[in-house]
């Protein structure tokens, strides 16, 4: 099951240009999202359009485009229709900017900005603490500005858009700066993941399907033709129309699809494992089964192995608190560590060529097919951490080396969540933050105060969730591009104007509907007044708390590196070695309690129908999981537009 689906093959063709149709499209469709994703997810408390690398909002407005605009044009003028690599460009487009209103951008950064300065009380004592390390232009200073976005303007009263512009340009800037790193690390990765690697992509899948050619007499692709997918799709249409229903009418029945061991699991030790709750996701059991059998496996493996962990410490008396927040950060940093080290190993002759292509432009090694070439990848991938380690001496830290070893930390994480996307694990968080290597190697003291400070900005929109960071769907943009033969230079140019697009409208978006709605009052607090707290309370207790050296922080990281080396081993020595690196890094992640039974699922009826029917078997019911995909997408869609208009929202995806 590691070849690719044969509709996401490289097909050889020559590279098809984007067309100004599409990216106008693709330009609608972004507006559309970041205009609506913020009155969606925080005033409705709709189902979140995007919390994840594959967000439903794409799905259900691709096959809107397909089904109804696509036909539509067809039907006035054949062949006139939206060509497959055009409908790639605009899911391209779409999926590199639709989490940018929310968690991906906006919703962390401006709460986060206002945090030190609306939060501070004379008990914390932040502006004796740090408030002089923060430059007066970096955040917004305006009193009406900071208590209008909290507690929401008066009626009449103007949102202080000017107090703003400094502050979000700056850290747009930074922003900007993290992405050319991130695009420049894709393309390093994409062929030697494409081509050399052959991973899978199970995120590509569906869209590479869905954006086929129609066959001869049909205006529509060979995938909506199957009786089979139009079944499976309906599956979880009916479930979620009926509990969503029984959201806005208690009187009728609903579908429970989340058990909650909550209170079965409430007396030591076995409250140690809590939550082990066992949610049923249609669309995370269609995305497992297009995982390869041992990565699926090994991620469900590794939670319950990590839950027989906690129980095991708890029965030991270890309080949770020092190893849920002690030991596993550190062991997953260290796996993350030796992770990324064994990619460079496995890519040396790839990254060889690079190098040499970079130095040398006659060089017989060919990029003319890559996003970016190999010299402008190389000097854009030291620009853009030079460029964002500049900007954060600028936001008030005055250790450059330091830093820069912090940029080029954060850019080894990104690569491996870029990988744990390439395998379908689309829902990823991190236990761990890039600085806190650094802060654990040096300690408190020594990492400095205007360091601690600067760094604390971004640590929660860029360096803690990273559910939504743009690198994966970068490389899986550039996978996509197979499909349509499309010319990735040109896609890359698409995809910048959307993120151009939605940077501004995000901001615009968010920010009316809290100086609206007041932060305060709206759904979700641990975004809106928890988030923005967090990384100032960790900043206070480690300026009033001074540490050493972390040792036996230390100490784990070489565990977890240790422990990942001899799974490497393991792996790549013995054919029947049944896991896969991949769950080690993935359990302590809070994202495995809400998905890791319906990966399960996907394990598990895969494995029954491979068992019983072989490759055949498994091409045979793959539309059906292709369709429970796109069902519960397109269900979740809908439900979210009606919502949209009551005010008041089901949640279908529970994240």
Not at 68 to 83: C, D, I, K, Q, Y
Not at 345 to 371: C, F, L, N
């Amino acid at each position: 099951m590691h070849q690719p689906a044969p509709s996401v093959r490289k097909t050889g063709r020559r590279a098809v240009a984007v067309t100004p149709r599409a990216v106008v499209i693709g330009c609608v469709c972004v507006t559309a999202i970041c205009l609506v994703e913020p009155y969606n997810d925080y005033e409705a408390n709709n189902t979140w359009i995007a919390a994840h690398h594959f967000p439903i909002v794409a799905p259900f407005l691709f096959a809107f485009l397909i089904l109804v605009v696509n036909v539509a044009l067809e039907s006035v003028r054949p062949s006139s229709g939206l060509s497959a690599p055009e409908l790639i460009t605009i899911w391209c487009m779409m999926i590199v900017t639709a989490s940018l209103p929310t968690l991906g951008l906006a919703a962390y950064l401006i709460p986060t900005l206002l945090g030190p300065t609306y939060f501070a009380s004379p008990e914390n004592d932040w502006a004796q603490l740090f408030h002089h390390h923060i430059p007066s232009w970096l955040i917004p200073s305006d009193a009406r500005a900071i208590d209008g976005f909290f507690r929401g303007l008066g009626p009449g009263q103007p949102i202080p858009w000017g107090a703003w512009i400094r502050p979000l340009g700056f850290w747009a800037a930074f922003t900007a700066a993290l992405w050319a790193m991130m695009v420049c690390l894709s393309t390093i990765v994409r062929k030697q993941w494409v081509e050399t690697e052959k991973f899978t992509f199970p995120l590509v899948q569906l869209p590479a399907e869905l954006a086929q050619r129609p066959a001869d007499g049909s205006r529509v692709a060979p995938f909506f033709n199957s009786r089979r997918m139009w079944i499976a799709f309906a599956f979880p249409v009916v479930i979620h129309t009926v509990s969503t229903l029984h959201f806005y009418y208690p009187v009728l029945p609903e579908f429970p699809l989340r058990i909650s061991t909550w209170r079965t699991l409430a007396t030591p030790p076995w409250s140690a494992v809590r939550p082990l709750d066992l949610n049923m996701q249609p669309s995370t059991i269609g995305l497992s089964y297009l995982m390869s059998l041992e990565v699926s496996f090994s991620l469900w493996a590794f939670y319950l192995i990590y839950k027989a962990e906690r129980l095991l410490a708890a029965a030991m008396g270890y309080s949770q608190a020092v190893y849920g927040r002690g030991f596993v950060p550190y062991r997953e940093m260290g796996a993350y560590v030796v992770l990324f080290a064994f990619f460079v190993w496995i890519a040396r002759r790839h990254i060889g060529d690079i190098v040499r292509k970079a130095r040398q432009s006659q060089s017989p090694i060919d990029d003319s097919t890559e996003p970016l070439s190999y010299r402008a990848c190389v000097l854009g991938l030291a620009g853009s951490i030079l460029a964002a380690t500049v900007l954060i001496l600028l936001a008030g830290a005055d250790a450059f080396w330091l830093m820069l070893g912090v940029m080029a930390f954060f850019g080894v994480v990104c690569v491996v969540d870029a990988w744990l996307v390439t395998r379908g694990l689309f829902f990823i968080h991190g236990s761990f933050k890039a600085p806190d290597f650094f802060v654990a190697a040096l300690g408190t003291a020594r990492f400095g105060a205007a360091n601690l400070t600067a760094i604390a900005f971004p640590k929660r929109t860029f360096f803690r969730d990273r559910r939504e960071t743009l690198m994966p769907h970068v490389v899986n943009s550039f996978k996509l591009s197979d499909a349509g033969a499309l010319n990735r230079r040109h896609l890359l140019v698409a995809m910048v104007i959307a993120l151009a697009l939605a940077v501004p409208l995000s901001f615009y978006a968010y920010l009316d509907v809290a100086y609206r709605n007041g932060a305060v009052n709206l759904g979700r607090d641990w975004i809106h007044t928890i988030s923005p707290r967090e990384p100032f309370n960790e900043l206070e207790r480690f300026l009033t708390s001074p540490t050493p050296t972390n040792w036996l922080g230390l100490l784990f990281v070489a565990v977890g590196g240790v422990v990942m080396l001899l799974l490497l081993t393991l792996r790549y020595q013995f054919i029947w070695w049944p896991l896969h690196p991949i769950g080690f890094i993935t359990p302590g992640q809070f994202p495995m309690n809400n998905v890791w039974f319906s990966i399960f699922l996907g394990w598990l009826l895969k494995a029954v129908i491979v068992r019983q029917g072989g490759l055949k078997g498994y091409r045979a019911a793959r539309p059906v999981f292709l369709g429970v995909v796109l069902g519960e997408a397109c269900g979740a869609g809908v439900w979210a537009v009606i919502g949209l208009f009551t005010g008041q929202g089901y949640n279908v995806l529970y994240f």
